[in-house]
């Protein structure tokens, strides 16, 4: 893989990041059409790549599908869209449940791993679409925040590992961007501390955006 393409992620992750953050419900649709497209792309190239061999061949494409499936679903139906708020979030405790507790997940089966994911993402998604607004707001503030720490955390380590970039391959280039990452030999309060600062920050700038006589940025009269 071309080391601008590991890159081009990042950068996209962290401009999502800031968006979903501070503009998550005011513009749900739009950002969760960019969102899902581009996770729906990320998750199935790095799943199916790993654990589908059988369409190595195909894979950038069928990805590509996938993700334009999602993103059409999240732009159209707007209960799907809030509940893949809700599933980002899902998604997000677990990987801080693996950061906390790496001993625990290292000895389970890929499979089993996919589905506790999964079904952290099903069941905060079915909260958020229970509760709408408030918990879009508060989720997407948190996922917003996390996606921006991470990243950057990813990016500052890659300043100081640039000749790891070579290494990336199709198969190991999530793993290997998660390496550098600074996060990955500091506490765990390192990362939830900032993810908290951002995440607060977030909520208050996406209640003031969609506050009562607030239309397009403006509070009215």
Known sequence: MAGIIPII???VMLVLGILYCFWGYKYLKVILFLYAFFMGVYYSYTYLGAYVPAVADWLWLVSLIIGVVFALLAFFFVKFAIFVVGGMVGLMIFDLLKQAFPS???GM???TLFFIGLGLFVVLGAITLASRRHFVIIFSAIYGGYTIVSTVGIIIGL???MDVLSAV???NYKQVLASVSVF???ATW???LPVAV???AGMIAQYKFTAPGTRRGKRTA
């Open 9 to 11: 992620i990042l950068l």
């Open 104 to 106: 625990t997940f290292a």
């Open 109 to 111: 089966e890929p499979v």
């Open 159 to 161: 300043l100081f590992n």
């Open 169 to 171: 391959t199709l198969g």
């Open 184 to 186: 990955n030999q500091a």
């Open 190 to 192: 390192m990362l939830i």
């Open 198 to 200: 951002f995440a607060i």
